[in-house]
């Protein structure tokens, strides 16, 4: 217990020294970064408003004229800390709160290193130089996947655990490694978990060399990687649900699953200068002095240091070579394997290249510090003790250096007048108080962010029903029908999407200026009949006549003034997962063109449509199989522990 304070102590007081301005002095933000503020703040305070009320936030009405929003797994929907987040927070989350949030993965990715490295035979002082390694290389510009990367060493010492511990300890061991899995898939991106998987297979490669075998190392590498997957399922089969009926760059009408070709992006490869010239003067100088210090660990007793030291060399080496892209055979290889890639960059198996530097260094400050010990001892003139105690510091300072600048290019604070900063960029201007306003009195029509003046996720971050947003897959029927209108505010289909606003910076002849600061624009449409309309017999939509409409969690409900007949069309895509309820009666949603539609006898005054998936339930039921089998094993070897203990007694007292 002392051990793991040790750790959390030192890591809170690094990183809040490192932070101190920002987290003390609210000078600056950690959430910094095109994709954190355009992505994830917005995405935050969107799931931190649904999570308050312990609901989760399957869909998102304001984003894409409605869209799945947990089938976006980039969003993170059922990741512990963003639920404890929204919980603790709701309404009230800001930038701020989210660098606090930053902060604390900060320093949990610097314990679960240390508590990785101390528990593979490592020394305090190597476990906090290489803790803090780990944790200072991580770079926060994409918090989605970022967040995830924190729990691989967290999952190797879970890991290393199951092969040391007797059975009901190795259950815990094993649920604990499965969960630290999981976590890397739920905060919001598949690299993490794939990357996670495939060190961890490597480890597992590695122990089956040695004492417990092949059949108990791959054993328990089948059970954790099991156990993740269940656990993951709510996500996964929503996400592939979701990714199935989706493009992963629309202009190119690529499909959800398969790979984004680098030339569309304007690379001419996919290695980039910067990215070659940072691993010839970091990564190749580090597996050179790995190489050495595994010399000197070839006659060494600790077995645990030298396979570590050994499993680093290779796991960096491998990722060096995936992460050149198209040039290199693994490189290819891993590139072409969609399952391997499933983004445009191949460097970003760089993570791994910074996890395999972080140990390396902590073995180098280990042989270190065992040699200036050893040597200490063996010189008995203290002048010649202080001259190898003043180089064994002056090294020590050197490698501290070393990492420092390393790290100083991954700790960098984006300042409060950068653009992208989420206080100035998601303020509450006058613009959109003027939008909110109106929206509480047309509540059924949508706004479209024409050439994406305003921040185009500014639906999810002031709950404003949009159009248009910004993530990295779009629903395919919905960008093919509206794809055509984006250069034209005045087309019929605005109309049909219930379109009433329209923000520009540029004039538009034939639409009413509503509002206007500086260089943004209202204009308003008055040909729209909203998203709830009625079809007529000719074919004709026309507002229905409404009392109240009131837009929930995954669901709408809608109180008519007086009962119509016809068709009820609701301007929202068709999405497998909806029903609607019509007067406490559940029946299913009908397609009408894109639409969704139910149909009303007349005698009707209350109608909502509700997001309820089956897949989300079936994902529910998958996710507790493991805690429940755990529990079960649990319970099972306590009772033959109790059983062999009292059967002993027995014998001793015969």
């Not at 929202?572 to 009303?600: C, D, H």
Request: hydrophobic share 50%.
């Amino acid at each position: 217990m002392r051990q793991h304070i040790f750790f959390l102590g030192i890591a809170v007081v690094v990183f809040l020294t490192a932070f101190q301005d920002v987290l003390l002095h609210r000078q600056g933000t950690l959430v910094r970064g095109f994709d954190a503020s355009v992505q994830t703040f917005p995405w935050m305070v969107y799931l931190a408003r649904h999570w308050q009320n312990l609901t989760p936030p399957l869909w998102d009405f304001t984003s894409f004229s409605g869209t799945s929003f947990a089938g976006e797994l980039q969003t993170g929907v059922f990741y512990p800390p963003n639920i404890l987040l929204g919980i603790l927070f709701g309404d009230s989350l800001s930038p701020y709160t989210l660098d606090w949030y930053i902060f604390f993965h900060y320093v949990f990715a610097f314990y679960f290193m240390a508590l990785f490295l101390s528990s593979s035979g490592f020394g305090r002082l190597a476990a906090v130089f290489g803790g803090f390694a780990f944790a200072a290389y991580l770079d926060w510009a994409q918090p989605n996947r970022l967040v995830g990367m924190i729990y691989l060493p967290l999952i190797l010492y879970s890991y290393q655990k199951t092969l040391e511990s007797k059975p009901r300890n190795r259950i815990l061991y094993t649920l604990l490694a499965a969960a630290s899995l999981s976590l890397a898939l739920l905060g919001g991106h598949t690299q993490p978990f794939l990357h996670s998987s495939i060190a961890l297979a490597l480890l597992a490669f590695f122990y089956a060399l040695t004492a417990p075998g092949w059949g108990r190392a791959f054993g328990q590498l089948f059970w954790i990687v099991s156990a993740a997957v269940l656990i993951t399922a709510p996500q996964w089969l929503l996400t592939v649900e979701y990714v199935s009926h989706s493009y992963r760059w629309a202009p190119e009408r690529t499909p959800g699953f398969s790979s984004v070709p680098y030339e569309i992006y304007g690379f001419v490869s996919t290695l980039s200068p910067e990215l070659l010239n940072y691993l010839l003067w970091s990564w190749i100088p580090l597996a050179v002095l790995g190489g050495v210090a595994f010399l000197f660990f070839l006659r060494s007793e600790n077995s645990a240091r030298r396979l570590l030291l050994l499993y680093a060399l290779v796991l960096g080496t491998f990722a060096f070579l995936a992460s050149l892209g198209d040039a290199g055979l693994i490189a290819k290889v891993t590139w072409h394997i969609s399952i391997l890639n499933t983004v445009r960059q191949a460097e970003r198996y760089v993570f791994l290249i910074l996890f395999s530097s972080a140990v390396i260094l902590a073995v180098d400050l280990s042989i270190l510090s065992d040699r200036v010990a050893t040597a200490l001892r063996s010189l008995d003139r203290p002048g010649h003790r202080r001259i190898l105690l003043f180089g064994a510091v002056g090294m020590l300072g050197l490698l501290g250096i070393w990492i420092g600048t390393h790290a100083s290019a991954f700790l960098r604070i984006q300042p409060d007048n950068d653009p992208l900063t989420p206080a100035l960029r998601y303020r509450e201007e006058s613009v959109i108080r003027f939008l909110k306003r109106e929206q509480t009195q047309h509540p059924t029509h949508r706004v479209f962010n024409f050439r994406q003046v305003l921040p185009p996720n500014l639906g999810n971050a002031h709950s404003l029903l949009t159009v248009r947003g910004h993530r990295g897959t779009i629903y395919a029927p919905y960008y093919e029908y509206f794809v055509s209108a984006l250069g034209d505010p005045r087309s019929s289909i605005w109309d049909a999407l219930g379109v009433r606003y329209v923000i520009s910076d540029l004039p538009l002849k034939g639409l009413d200026l509503r509002f206007r600061e500086g260089n943004i624009r209202v204009f308003e449409r008055d040909t729209t009949p909203g998203i709830l309309t009625l079809l007529g017999s000719n074919g004709e939509r026309r507002p229905v006549p409404l009392r109240r409409v009131d837009f929930r969690a995954n669901q709408i409900e809608i109180d008519l003034e007086k009962p119509v007949a016809g068709r009820l069309i609701f301007a929202q895509p068709f999405y497998p997962g909806w029903k609607a309820r019509i007067e406490n009666e559940t029946v299913p949603v009908e397609r009408e063109n894109l639409f969704m539609s139910v149909s009303l006898s007349g005698t009707e005054q209350s109608v909502a449509f509700l997001y309820d998936p089956p897949l989300f339930k079936l994902g529910l039921v998958l996710a507790l199989l493991p805690w429940v089998v755990g529990i079960i094993l649990i319970k099972k070897a306590k009772l033959r522990v109790v059983y062999w203990t009292a059967k002993r007694g027995n014998r001793q007292r015969r």
